[in-house]
């Protein structure tokens, strides 16, 4: 990755866990070396854009370079049945395993009962794809308070509706406080900016991508040197270009 935090004090007065978010196993390996990372999650359509096609290998390859840090896979079924069936194969697979199981079925039609009856028996889960308060509620509801587990809210997804998600991520948050095992996750990240917004609603943890990953390095960056930066990139693309007029 190439990643070099030149001060990462703004980052490291922070309480809130960045947990990268990606399907790039040697990306994966790579980010292992930032200490600032604490955990790890990927979702089908990142390992579609990946190019990833044996999930298990995949898997196995991530656990592998990522040690005892925490990862989040996700169950690929729509059937109820089915995707109990792959949980439980999912979590065999290492003590540091979440598995991702999404709040409603592409049917619209929720997945409390199967979540109650993994997390019953000690699964650790990372319920995902919420966007409202009821379903952190569900979630919460159909969880085992004694089990560790994640609630994924998609804050991203959220603000592209023209909605402010850091209301909703501070309800969740207040939400969860009889729970300590529960964690909050603020998903699907658009920018930089987020990781602050998320530790000032109380989040847990936040989820960024390798291309938010690399611009962590900009956190604190004198803006006149910025400025000044983005005013030479200009010119040296104007000149690759080789525009005239």
């Keep these: 990755m190439g990643v070099h935090i030149k001060s990462s004090a703004d980052i490291e007065r922070l309480r809130i866990k960045i947990f990268a978010d990606g399907a790039d196993a040697s990306g994966m390996r790579a980010l292992c070396a930032l200490p600032l990372l604490k955990g790890f999650t990927t979702n089908p359509s990142m390992m579609h854009s990946a190019g990833v096609s044996d999930y298990e290998t995949f898997a196995r390859e991530v656990l592998g ?18 995707m109990e ?32 009856r993994l997390a019953g028996e000690g699964i650790k889960l990372n319920i995902t794809a919420l966007m409202t308060l009821p379903q952190v509620a569900e979630a919460r509801d ?6 560790p587990a994640y609630i994924s809210v998609f804050a991203g997804r959220i603000a592209d509706t023209g909605r402010d998600p850091a209301p909703v991520i501070e309800q969740a948050v207040e939400m969860l ?13 658009r920018e ?21 990953i690399k611009k962590l390095p900009l956190v604190g960056k004198d803006l006149d040197e910025y400025s000044l ?4 990139m200009f010119h040296r693309d104007a000149g690759g270009a080789n525009l005239k007029l």
């Design 142 to 147: 159909a969880l085992e308070p004694a089990v």
């Design 177 to 189: 406080q009889e729970h300590p095992k529960f964690e909050l996750i603020w998903a699907s990240a």
């Design 85 to 116: 069936r792959q949980a439980r194969k999912i979590a065999a697979w290492g003590e540091n395993v979440y598995v991702k199981i999404p709040i409603t079925n592409t049917k619209a039609e929720p997945t409390k009962n199967l979540v109650r």
């Design 65 to 82: 370079a990522i040690g005892h840090r925490p990862v989040s896979f996700e169950v690929i079924s729509d059937d109820d049945a089915e």
């Design 229 to 232: 930066d983005t005013v030479k």
């Design 192 to 212: 930089t900016l987020n990781l602050f917004q998320a530790d000032r609603a109380g989040c847990h943890i936040i989820t960024l991508t390798n291309e938010l």
